[in-house]
């Protein structure tokens, strides 16, 4: 665990105007995956604009890490077909939260970073980073590539883990349950 930075929980919200693969919809479901790590939604059926809703966590320990999204539809006889994909950047998110550390009494809904859609990201909208009952939050839509049409809503919230790095430090972060030693702890006092 001491390597890990924390956890990035990812809430997959829903899907706008996915692609039909079956005979008039389809029965999509989404697969995250970072390096050897693949969560996936359950499958709404019969639906191009499903409501998920489901909380997917990766465990982080780069934060240049490559994070895919993937949309299939779901078959029974058949290979499950491809709906697009996106790619999650959280370069930008992960910035916030290091400013955002020491930030209190900010008001509800307080934006500390907005992205603009551009060609380095699948925004296709613009995004905020938003402060929210003292969380850091950020809402994406995301623009399917390698497929007709079909967008996906998905929110970012970080969560510290006692015994990890944690953002901005190199230092692990206390365990509450353990007993912090001082910094000078190594230090003979001589009188």
Request: hydrophobic content about 35%; overall charge neutral.
């Amino acid at each position: 665990m001491e390597d890990t930075l924390g956890l990035l929980r990812i809430k997959v919200v829903r899907g706008i105007n996915l692609a039909v693969r079956d005979a008039v919809a389809s029965d999509p479901y989404v697969v995250i995956t970072m390096d050897n790590h693949k969560l996936k939604t359950r499958v709404v059926k019969n639906n191009c604009n499903p409501e998920w809703n489901d909380e997917l966590t990766l465990t982080i320990k780069d934060p240049n890490a490559k994070i895919h999204l993937t949309v299939y539809d779901k078959d029974t006889f058949t290979v499950d077909d491809q709906m697009g994909n996106a790619d999650i950047d959280i370069k930008p998110y992960i910035a916030a939260l290091k400013l955002g550390k020491g930030l209190q009494n900010l008001p509800m809904g307080c934006a500390l970073k907005r992205i603009q859609p551009d060609q380095t990201n699948c925004l296709a909208d613009e995004s905020s980073i938003v402060w929210n009952n003292g969380k850091i939050t950020q809402e994406m839509r995301l623009k399917l590539r390698n497929v007709e049409c079909g967008e996906v809503v998905i929110q970012l919230e970080w969560i510290e883990v006692a015994g990890c790095k944690g953002l901005g430090t190199d230092e692990v972060v206390n365990d509450p349950r353990k007993p912090v030693k001082p910094w000078n702890h190594h230090v003979k006092r001589h009188r």
